[in-house]
């Protein structure tokens, strides 16, 4: 099924934030840090306000400083809470002071015109750094910049270890990924006549930042509107630490609306959760069938200047590890903020433990896809859930409902021809001269760890609205949720009216993120849905001299399940109904350890991913020449935006995450790659067509059997990749991206020496 | 952006008579695809006042062939010379050039003379806010020397400098031997490509508007290569470039041209390559060998040791495809 709103959004008909001006509208734009760490010791606006056209200067004095209001979002659960705008800038592009002016022009000149007096304080950039003793605090009323100290253990892994076959180490780094999507962050701000906040934005959590606005501004919640009916490409950009904030102020100053406007530069290092860059040391223990013994892990993540995610990566919960002591650093440093891109911690996390597995694997002899096969985890009630590694690290206690790796090994292993085609390390030389590799690894991710509502109208004419606020940042799931809506009814596509990604016209919904939208928004369309459906059958039942269990709905119709000649349309049906229309609400709530009771379960997604590649020995240049994806999905409401998602993860990630992505930043903190040119953002060009398995498992608590996708689909990537690459040179590379300059240097080829 | 005065002539003497006007605070603008960048980004310590547009010039868009060689006028859109039979059928390592610049809508908008003059890619340069006043810029640091330059220059920098040419068209210009004529107040000048190049810009004056490209007509069994490696399939500047042109005679190469992209701030002849290669013919071994004098005195930094594999690499392959030898052999 082709998303409903392909042909708006290719047209060039969807509204996106800012494509409709508002009279009197004024362009708002953010002075950026020059410095990567400084105190501001005064700031004056004088000048820039006495420009013509400008309409308001914000600056960390006019942020509404309510008790829980105008914070950052997550800096608050870290114990260091930071404002929207503050009178310390933590890394080179912080947010200091913003404008709101007529035209760009003038709001751009307005900026130079603002006078502020930094006084600079010592910055870190990396986690060794922010780690020593003596080093320069990022936040001051710290002791440290590790704001938190994770930890989990089960069992004995020291006396594990010990005993075990084999034991395989690694020191693994993973660089930053910026999110890079389509539309840079933007806000449409104004307060209405009756002292109500109305916000446009770009955003993946319409309800979340409404709920924040509120507080912030001392509103009561109704008094607040947050819309994002389109979202140019979601990732965990989306999820705006300020600017909606931001642009609220400037409005409410000015007495305006204002559209605030994010460059690209901004955008990379401002507002947007780029992927964490981290540090994996991994020792681990096995046993001579492949079982693992015992696991030592060490994650050290920078997170930048603000606390946030990621944690601890689905690897975690993916397999079997009956004895681990794992630590986690998480860091700040004077670096933009890092935490919830698509996947938060499982890309890395994979990628890490998928290179001990085929370390493992060589050392005992035996198959990648099998030494997998013994580890992970199965599906089944397992009541003591929370003594498991992932359930100590998390707190959850209910268990994996679905898990059908087993046959995302087997489909991908057979569609690419995994036994005839693996060879032993650097063994095989195309006829272009360059080195032949393939490799695997498998992903995971959770979803189904949020609450929706959803309401939906049957009208008088057959046809039905399906309303929640959740804003459909792109995976479609607006199609999905109507999808769901017109099997419930025995609708037509066409005869569904989705209305979301607004809070003022909808039930509260989910956050468009953690790979739920289909399962915790879906499941909440189904059930308002099937309230309407009950209604319909209890109407319908004397006009058809049948009891509502003897009726089904199909075709726009009411029929009778052993007479389908004999129906009603729903139109006339719903033209009963004292009101001429039918209503429904339904609810989904997740608890986090109760035991489902037909609702408010976990979603585990697997995957396995295989991918052949050709080493340039000569030059360093890695091509990815065939991928195949198999994913235990649940079952897929839509195959065809399913396999979007596939195939978007895979844009993002092999030759992206894998081969190209890299931040670069100066000496001072400057980041230096602010474009999708300097970043090497994968183009269609670059995206080697991935073989899409979709595994139909059935998660018993999710929509019609489905889970989520989203995320999951990109955490096994970089891990096949890298050890496709180490089975076409012989040599292992322990940090992605793999460019060039690493290949040469593992073959000890590089001109000049290493 | 700033403000700034957009200014329309209709000739190329009115052209000349703006930017002499403006003395060096006006910008030409064609294609725009380099210059709203940095327009935007503001990563030059000053903004031009005025913007000379000369996309109205259309006796600028031309490009004809005769005995002699080839004539391409300087408002000669990237696509236009892509699709060209006459350039692709005569001229093949400007054809091959010219398809792999950026990608086709920026093909369809930047033109062959804002190709040529295009501003270095240098992330310090580019910085946004002149956050860098660098040396190309009139301070006195190289922020890539002690920075990261793992896309910068394998052959140092005269004047300290070590960003490096992008442009393709310029390194399969060079190989062909090509002129380029400025006009300015004082009247015309034909520059050779090897002169229009300095360590820190090009040596057109601020009053001078490059009108026309003119390329010599090849001897006969002449062929030519242009390759270039780059790190996504589309849309992306070089890491190294390379454009081979021989002449080859009776088996051995007669005469050649071997320039690079990417390795220098200007376009590179490997004169090693070519030295070795004169007079013998095309085997693997000669042009091994002509590959390994091509990046002979590189002096690589920190991050870029890597670009001399690909360098050496490219002009091995370039010496083999130019002689219609197979790769690998």
Known sequence: MPRIDAALKVTGMAQYTGDAPLPGMLYGKILPSPYAHATITSIDASKAMALPGVGAVVTYQDVPKSSTGAYIPYSTSSGINKYWLENTAYFVGDEVAAVAAETRHIAEDALELINVQYSQLPAVFDTTSAMASGAPLVHSGTTSNVYSTLKASVGNATNAMSSAAVTVQGTLTVPEQLTSPQETRRTLAYWDSEGKLNVFDSNQDVTGWRSTLARAFGLEMSKVRVDAKFVGGGFGCPHPFRSPGIAAMLAKKANAPVFLEYTKEQNAVCSTRSRAPGTYNITMGFNSDGTIAALQWTQTFDHGSYPGSPGWGRQFGCYNFPNADCVGYQVVTNNPHRGIFRGVADPQGHYAIEQIFDMAAEKLGIDPVQIRKVNVVEAGANPNYSKTLYGVMTGFGKPVWSCDIDDCLDQGAAAIGWTQKRHTPGALTLADGRKHGIGMAVGSHTGGTGNSSALVRVESDGTASVFTATSDSGPGDRTVWSMIAAEVLGLQMKDINPVTGDTDYSPWGCAQNGSHATLVGGSAVQLAAQQCATQLLQLAAPMLNATPAQLGLKGGNVYVLANPSSYKSIASVVAT???AVIQGTGSWNYTKTAPPV???????????????????????????LTMVSANDTG??????????????????????????????????????????????????????NV???????????GPYGAKGIGEGANSATAGAIANAVYNAIGVRIFSIPITPSKVLSALGKLAGGV | MKKFYHLNPSTVAEAVSLLDKYSGSAALIAGGTDLLGELKDQNLPTQPTALVNIKNISSLKYITADSSGLKIGALTRISDIAASSTVTQSYGVLSQAATQVAAHTLRGMGTIGGNLCQHVRCWYYRSSGNFFNCIRKGGSTCFATAGDNRYHSIFGGPSGCVAVIPSDIAIALTALGATVTAVGSSGS????????????????????????????????????????????????????????????????????????????????????????????????????????????????????????????????????AVAGLPYPS
């Open chain 1, 691 to 701: 073989q899409p398995i979709i595994v139909n498992d059935v998660e018993p608590y």
């Open chain 2, 189 to 320: 000048r034909v520059i050779p490509m090897a002169s229009l190049y300095t360590s820190l810009g090009t040596s057109l004056k601020a009053d001078e508007v490059l009108t026309e490209v003119e390329v010599p007509a090849p001897t006969a069994g002449t062929t030519g290569v242009f390759m270039k490696y780059r790190l996504r399939a589309t849309l992306d500047f070089p890491v190294v470039s390379v454009a081979a042109v021989a002449t080859i005679s009776g088996g051995v190469v007669s005469s050649c041209k071997i320039i690079l992209g990417a390795v220098s701030q200007t376009p590179y002849e490997a004169t090693g390559a070519e030295k070795a290669l004169v007079g013998n013919a095309v085997t693997t071994s000669t042009a091994s060998a002509a590959a390994a004098a091509a990046v002979t005195g590189a002096v690589p930094m920190t991050n870029n040791k890597y670009k001399i594999n690909i360098t050496q690499a490219l002009v091995n392959r370039a010496i083999l």
């Open chain 1, 635 to 688: 079952v897929a409401i839509n195959p065809m935006t399913t396999e979007s998602q596939i195939n978007g993860a895979n844009i993002q990630m092999q030759g992206g995450y894998a081969l190209y992505n890299e931040p670069v930043y100066s000496a001072e903190g400057k980041l230096l790659t602010p474009t999708d040119l300097d970043h090497k953002v994968n183009t269609i060009a670059d995206f080697i």
């Open chain 1, 577 to 579: 109904a004292p009101t």
């Open chain 1, 598 to 624: 037909g609702q408010g379960g976990m979603a585990w997604y697997f995957g396995a991913q295989f991918a052949e590649v050709a080493v340039d020995t000569q030059t360093g240049d890695v091509e990815i």
